[in-house]
């Protein structure tokens, strides 16, 4: 009928050029024959160190040994998955060494190894999860990475005045009241529970991406942070001589941070003269509903400041 000729397998080249550390990944290599019973083995080695040999630790990157070959999802013979885990903080180029059988290793080419990317961040909202344009003083927020690959924990967000150069791996230089360096979490989001005091100023976000020298500064965003304020109170109208309970809605009320006093005055305009009323939190110190209780002892229009 024929002639068939038989060939060993072989590995030829990378299908990815970058993994990320920190983290289990996997890269892909093209050859054939690679669903044979032939052991396989591989290693990522610093990239001016060569595959020679038969060792599988001589200039070995960190976790390089720990490299697994696993077969593509649908039994391909052309195409195989290595995976393995690099510790946080590396970052560098590694040459992939894989060996067949008993042969000494060889290179299948270069793998680009970084860290993972962290920013695009945004300020939300805990209770609503909405994004925020301005931020109240004391009130409680988080900052989520909206663009960055799954992270461990290692990294860090610190938040400080707009005029403020990032730099550095203190977690208290310059930051605002409040804004110290806090991890970010495996969920990609640092949360800054008892809000920040600007003193008016507006703000900005550094990030420390764990390995890196220092803090740089996300993007070109700003915040500007208010004071808290009443959208609402309820009921309207009450009678003398009588203590009313009034459910009070805003921002930054009666917050872990924030202990917010209403005064109340007779006639229109503010003063800190008249009744002086504790608002109590009626949302676990989220800042947007509390109440107070007051009472009148003379009828007629009253003024309630914050």
Known sequence: VGNITAKPPKMERLISTTIYSGRRTAFGIVGAGLLGQIEIACKLVEKYHTCSGVSKSAGVVAGGTGCKLIPYPNRSSTIIFADVTIPSGIETEANVCVRLGSANWRSVGVLGIKRPPVGNAQMYHVSSQTALLELVKGEPFYVKMTGSAPLLGLDMVKIVHASAVCGGTDTLADAVIGGTGTNINVNNIAGFDRGIDSGGQQVKLCIW???NSGYTQDGGARWSVVAPLVTNFYPRTTSINMTTKFAVTGRGLATA??????Y???GVGCSVSGSKDQLISTDGM??????????FLTSGLHTVCL
């Open 209 to 211: 991406t764990y390995g």
């Open 257 to 262: 941070s924030q202990n917010a006093i209403a």
């Open 264 to 266: 109340i005055s007779v």
């Open 286 to 295: 989220l800042g947007k509903h509390a109440q107070m209780s007051a009472a």
